[in-house]
């Protein structure tokens, strides 16, 4: 148990409709990360948030979005869902001093787009 | 970042020991070595992380030769509950919290 919960655990959508992933990070972390997970593959790095601000963004379109809110939570919205966007979508929380600082993974959302 | 390769996949039996070796032939002096190990259907876990010569936790031991550009995890007496992907990663010491995963390396312990 890392303390970051995620929510829902798995989701259905249809091609073109839009989601809302939600991350409560573990206590005191102030740094939000997310990742998504395509089958057999290594998680691939989203965007992170720091103290409510986008801080650093990897290569996924603008429908891809986020939000941190003052508890540190967090929310993924994927925009205009497309087949290749079914993936097990997981957060990270850090404490938020040190790059090199422990990221404390969730256990994801499996998202599945039909 | 430094770009890491790892074998695929790793067969071994119940109590031995399990070393995997990870190259990263342009890591940077800013550069940690960190690994995560992962289960199916679930994220990733901390495992150990290393700048330089030996660490060693309660799980495992990292080995980082003088020049880093390698590294060997290494796992005591394996059990079955061992069985997972174990991945690599340089972490660099800058404004960037964002981890780099490569396709990791699928451990299978056999009874």
């Known amino acids: 148990e890392t303390g970051v919960t995620q929510s829902p655990t798995h989701l259905i959508k249809t091609r073109g409709q839009q989601v809302t992933l939600r991350c409560s990070s573990q206590?005191?972390?102030?740094?939000v990360s997310w990742y998504q997970q395509a089958l057999g593959q290594g998680p691939q790095f989203i965007f992170q948030y720091y103290r409510e601000e986008e801080n650093g963004r990897g290569n996924f379109p603008p429908r891809f979005s986020g939000l941190q809110f003052p508890n540190y939570s967090s929310e993924l919205n994927v925009n205009a869902l497309e087949l290749d966007d079914s993936a097990l979508y997981l957060c990270a929380s850090t404490l938020g001093g040190v790059p090199t600082d422990t990221q404390y993974f969730g256990p994801g959302t499996r998202l599945t787009v039909l | 970042l430094a770009k890491t390769t790892q074998p695929i996949s790793m067969d071994s039996y119940e109590g031995q020991e399990v070393n995997i070796t990870c190259s990263h032939n342009?890591?940077?002096?800013?550069?940690?070595i960190t690994w995560y190990q992962q289960f199916p259907s679930q994220g990733p876990r901390f495992i150990i992380q290393g700048y330089k010569t030996k660490v060693t936790n309660e799980v495992a031991s990292l080995f980082i030769p003088a020049d880093r550009k390698s590294s060997t995890l290494s796992l005591p007496r394996v059990s079955l509950s061992d069985t997972a992907v174990y991945y690599c990663l340089v972490v660099r010491m800058d404004s960037s919290y964002k981890l780099i995963f490569g396709s990791g390396t699928r451990l299978l312990v056999r009874p």
């Open positions: 206590s005191g972390h102030n740094t």
């Open positions: 342009n890591i940077a002096t800013n550069d940690y």
